[in-house]
């Protein structure tokens, strides 16, 4: 079975930081792109970035870019998503999710003075 585990989220000021991870199991992690999504209430889940499998390459929404880095170590089936320079519209539940569509039960992170 595909499970996918976030956590590292919190209550964060403007201008913080948080790193969130996502720790895999029930499949082979090193073969799978791995996705961050995020959710507000009343709105639809938001893409935020992916990372491919191997690592190397990164895409990101363009309202982070510059701000959130995501990145993986495949001997840990884990993947991070750093944030930094947080604003109060980064407030979300965030979640890591396959291409295939499986997803965690996310992390909430709150940006709030």
């Known amino acids: ?7 590292g989220g919190g209550l964060v000021k403007p201008g913080g930081s948080l790193r969130l991870s996502c720790v895999g199991s029930g ?4 073969s799978y792109d791995i996705e961050w999504v995020r ?3 009343g709105r639809e889940l938001e893409w ?3 990372i491919a499998s191997y690592g190397g390459s990164a895409k990101y929404l363009d309202s982070v870019t510059g701000r959130f880095t995501v990145s993986r170590d495949n001997a ?3 993947a991070y998503l750093q944030l930094s320079d947080l604003k109060t519209e980064d407030t979300a539940i965030y ?3 396959l291409l295939t569509g499986e997803r965690g039960r996310g992390t909430q992170v709150t940006v709030a003075s």
Do not use: D, G, H, I
Not at 27 to 30: C, G, L
């Open 1 to 7: 079975e595909v499970q996918l585990v976030e956590s």
């Open 27 to 30: 499949f082979t992690f090193r």
């Open 39 to 41: 959710q507000t209430p």
């Open 48 to 50: 935020v970035a992916t």
């Open 76 to 78: 840990k089936n884990t």
């Open 95 to 97: 979640y890591c999710k």
